[in-house]
Every structure is written in C-alpha cells, then in structure tokens.
C-alpha cells in the first residue's frame, strides 16, 4: 500500500489520517486519528504491524521471505493466518483458510494477473498494466466468463507516486476520482499525503491527509544505530522535548527605540561612512551601541552593527530601527545565528549553532523555529522534518548517531 511502502531501511514508522472538516478554516485541523504502527528488524524487514484494534506478526524464512502473516486481536486471539508459497524466490500464491491467490508471470518475469479462489471455485481475476518504469498504472478485475467488474486507472509523478486514481465500474463510469498530492518529503520519502475528491466541472475537495513518521534503522555506512546515552531514547520516532537545548528561543537586544538622547550619538566622518545615502553615525542605546548608516529620522537604516550591553553581537541588515535582511547574532554563551531576519527576529532561512556543537538549520518564524528543518545533536543523533514553536513534531526522520567502528 502506499502509505507502507518506503525506501530505505527503518526501524518503524507510524501513519496517521486527518478527515478535514470543509465548514472549518484550513489552519484549524482535525485530530489526527491513529492509522497504523509499523516495526522492523536491524535488517529492515517488517515484523509486527500494531493497529487500533488487531496486531499482525510477520515470520520470513531463511531467505527473508514472508511466508506467514498471524493477525492477533486486542484479546489475544487469534483472528487470521495467511500464508505465502514462493517457488525460485517469486511469489506464487498466498492463503487464508479456504481463500488463495495466485500469481502469474509473463515471459519477463513481470507480475501479469492474479486469480482469486474459494476452494476449488474460481472468484475473479485482476490483471496488471505498467508505464516504463514498471510501476503498476492498471489494475482490472473480471470475472471467471472475462466480463470486467471494476477497473482502477493510476497517473504517477516523476517520483513514480501516485498522482491520480480513478475508479471505474463495467458499464466505464467514473465511480470515485482522487488527486495526491505530496507537500513534504524527506529524501525519497514523502512524509504528509494529501487526497483530494475530483469531480467534473467542481472544485477539488481535500477529503484525508495522511501522515507518515519515519525512524531510520541503519545508517547509509550499514552500522546499528546506537543511543549515546541512556536517557535519550533515541529509537523513538520523535526526539523528546527535553532533547533540545534549553536556550532554544533565541534572544534579542531590545527594539531600538529605546535609545539615549541624540546627543548620546556621534557621527563618523571616516572613508566609506556613506551607505546608500545615509549618514554612518554610531548610537547609543540602553541595551547597547550601533554603528552604522542611519535614516532622516535617526534610527539605524542598512547595513551596521550593534554591540549589547549583555555581551551580544549583531552585524547585517537594518530597517526602521530594526534587524530586518540577512544578518549574523552572535551571544555571549557562544551560541549564533545565522540567516534571514524581519522585525527584528529571526524570520526565514537560517542556521542557529549551540555551544556544545548541537545546531538546528531551517525554517524560522517570530525568533522560533518553526517549519521544515534538521536539528542535529553534538553526538550526530538528527532529526529532519516539521518544527513548531521551536519544538520538534512527530512529523519527521530521526537519524540516530552510531559507533564509529561499530558492526552489525
């Protein structure tokens, strides 16, 4: 299934759906309901899949091969087992009870059709249409006498993921028509599906997103993942609040506005002290000096620097008094950032670097960071995805740090 399928090897992955209410503002989302849990082994091969009500259980044989699926409920019991035949590697059946499918191949050795049995009676059959890149773009499913029942039609991007799904019944109605659309990835992985119902001469209605957290299982070098310390557990699928330094909001000198008499000001008649047809002037604040241009009114306009009476440094960009571009804030615990800012915070792209080597590059809004980023610990531990406030979400990848040397 789409929501499933990822590259790379993991160590879990959990999905959740939103069903938007229409009548609400698109900011106000609804709760996400609980879709699926999934876990792997150091190898990446699914194990157990924990939903809502029903836990399943994957055993592979010695060629990691499924050859058993076991579906438990919440009460222990056991409420379904299916198993899989396979023959020179390649699938050839699967069987639940008197239920079985089985798989046919064409001459390229590309799954061509299913048939679907209740004991010796003959079902349906479904058969499969390619693009070029062998990812599945047709699916038909007749009847034993060949009359089609249903058919599926799958327009995919570039990415080969599913673009467009269309549904059509035996007498070639349109039954159900979705668009998808991916908005946030992380590498070949896309972390948040939208769907969207199509309908002629209507606008598109987004009817379900769909949530994915990805945790990676091994590192691109195939080493274990190993947690650096104890009370950071890094196998979960999102770093804990507490896992972020404490100094994450990033602290400013005060508004310029509150700035000593103009005769607390000097001007500077050195070479170069004309910037875009301001006056290079030095100021003095209540919380520190500024050098720089300044505008008619007297208040730092372009490109200067301010010194804070707590230790800070701040040299870029100046609008109305205000840190406004692209600048450079240097505290005096060490920690700095580095990027775009607007009123006076940081407001954009931009990196901000903590003293024990922890760092955080992204999206900021209001001085916080908040939107797609990637916080890296000083042991290497990261996590990419969507920030809020200056806290990570369970929206993302977490990359855990391993031993250098270490084997699997």
């Not at 991916?182 to 949530?211: A, M, Q, S, T």
């Not at 609008?319 to 700095?336: A, D, I, Y």
Request: hydrophobic share 25%.
């Amino acid at each position: 299934m789409e929501e499933f399928y990822c590259r790379g090897k993991l160590s879990s992955m959990t999905v959740e759906s939103v069903r938007p209410d229409p009548e609400k503002p698109a900011d106000q989302e609804e709760q996400r309901l609980f879709v699926a849990k999934l876990f792997y082994d150091h190898s990446g091969l699914l194990i157990r899949k924990q939903e809502a009500r029903k836990t399943t259980f994957y055993h592979y044989n010695d060629e990691n091969l499924l050859e058993r699926e076991v579906e438990v409920r919440n009460d222990e019991q056991i409420s379904r087992e299916r198993l899989y035949g396979y023959s020179a590697g390649r699938l050839l059946s699967e069987s639940q009870g008197d239920e079985k499918i089985t798989y046919h191949y064409n001459n390229r050795d590309v799954l061509n059709y299913t048939t679907t049995w209740n004991g010796d009676i003959q079902e349906s059959v479904c058969s499969y249409g390619y693009d070029e890149q062998q990812n599945i773009i047709l699916k038909e499913i007749r009847d034993p006498e060949g009359m089609l029942l249903r058919s599926c039609r799958y327009k995919r991007n570039l990415r080969g993921l599913i673009s467009r799904e269309t549904v059509i019944n035996q007498e070639n109605m349109i039954l159900d028509q979705t668009r998808f659309e991916y908005p946030v990835f992380h590498g070949e992985n896309w972390l948040k599906r939208e769907g969207y119902r199509i309908e002629e001469k209507k606008e598109p209605v987004l009817i379900e997103i769909v949530y994915r957290n990805i945790s990676l299982a091994v590192s691109e070098t195939g080493k274990k993942p190993h947690p650096p310390a104890a009370e950071k557990q890094l196998h979960e699928e999102r770093p804990p609040e507490d896992q972020l330094p404490d100094d994450t909001s990033i602290s400013l000198p005060d508004k310029f506005a509150d700035s000593e008499p103009p005769g607390h000001s000097r001007s500077s008649d050195a070479p170069g002290s004309r910037d875009r047809g301001n006056e290079v002037r030095e100021l003095l604040f209540k919380n520190g000096k500024y050098s720089g241009p300044v505008n008619a009114e007297g208040t730092p306009e372009g490109t200067g620097e301010f010194w804070g009476s707590d230790g800070s440094r701040y040299s870029g960009g100046f609008h109305q008094g205000l840190m406004e571009g692209r600048g450079n804030l240097l505290h005096k615990n060490g920690s700095s950032y580095t990027g775009e800012f607007r009123r006076g915070l940081p407001w954009g792209e931009g990196e901000c670097i903590w003293p024990d080597g922890s760092r955080y590059r992204g999206q900021f809004l209001k001085g916080e960071m908040h939107g797609i980023g990637t916080f890296t610990w000083s042991d290497g531990t990261r996590f990419t995805g969507l920030f809020e406030h200056n806290k990570s979400t369970d929206q993302g990848l977490l990359e855990n740090a391993r031993i250098p040397g270490g084997e699997n």
